[in-house]
């Protein structure tokens, strides 16, 4: 007891958004999927919903690893809630706590390291994807033991644009080149949605049919064609949940 006790990752978890309504009824919102993703064998999680104004801690070192969630809102529209939770994940990276941002996180401490977010001119990614180590990525511990290629779900309209002096891009793809990022040593972040099971991305897409279809229209798809495509190609993507892992193994004591 004593041995698996001190073993025990505490890892606080900001929730920066609500999943749509119909996702949250049928497979539960965003903290649900990064809890059930990793398992809670060897971590405890303390969740805080930051973008309904719950406090932050004083600072992150009760903590072994801090993580953000990903957000229907932009950061490109910042609210007050959002300069204190970048300013708190920057800090408790600068003490030595290791610190992953997933989409909405990934762009938060992009802006907050200096970099630029903005509306993706290729257009929304949504979808089974997948994306390609760099050679940096290929020697970073966060996809240790993980191809060079690999699938992954993703949802997102905005995209790191510039990154931060010192920042790395770890993977990409065709639509977003800045699909990974090192910041600091412990610090990371990823655009893409590794702790996404397959039925929540397909919630995600029927939650919102509507905007799918209207965006794939103004770029010369077919009324409703778009969407059963998108609905079409989802497919199960069984070794994301690796990055999630490989974080809280190799970037925590």
């Known amino acids: 007891m004593t041995r698996q006790a001190a073993s025990m990752k505490n890892v606080l ?5 609500d999943a749509a309504e119909s996702v949250r009824l049928s497979v539960g919102d965003y903290d649900r999927w990064f809890l059930q993703t990793i398992g809670l064998s060897g971590q405890r999680f303390d969740v805080l919903p930051v973008h309904q104004g719950a ?10 690893a801090v993580m953000m969630t990903g957000s229907p809102l932009s950061v490109t529209q910042r609210e007050p809630w959002m300069e204190r939770a970048g300013a708190f994940m920057v800090e408790a990276g600068e003490q030595g706590i290791p610190v992953l941002g997933v989409c909405f996180g990934q762009q938060l401490l992009a802006e907050q390291y200096g970099g630029k977010v903005a509306r993706n001119p290729e257009g929304r990614e949504t979808g089974t994807v997948e994306v390609t180590l ?6 970073d511990p966060l996809f240790a033991g993980l191809p060079e290629r690999f699938a992954v779900q993703a949802t997102h309209e905005d995209i ?3 990154l931060p ?8 793809n065709a639509n977003t080149a800045a699909q990974a990022i090192a910041f600091r040593p412990n610090v990371r972040g990823v655009q893409f949605h590794p702790e996404m099971p397959t039925d929540a991305m397909r ?3 029927l939650a919102r049919d509507v905007k799918l279809d209207a965006l794939a229209q103004e770029r010369g798809a077919a009324p409703g064609e778009f969407v059963p495509r998108l609905l079409s190609g989802i497919a199960p993507t069984p070794l994301a949940h690796r990055v999630l892992l490989n974080f809280l193994e190799h970037f925590t004591d």
């Open 13 to 17: 978890l900001l929730k920066a958004g």
């Open 55 to 64: 406090p932050l801690p004083k600072d992150a070192r009760g903590y072994d």
């Open 134 to 139: 760099s050679e940096a990525g290929r020697g």
């Open 160 to 162: 790191v644009t510039r």
């Open 165 to 172: 002096e010192g920042a790395t891009v770890l993977a990409g």
């Open 203 to 205: 919630a995600v897409i």
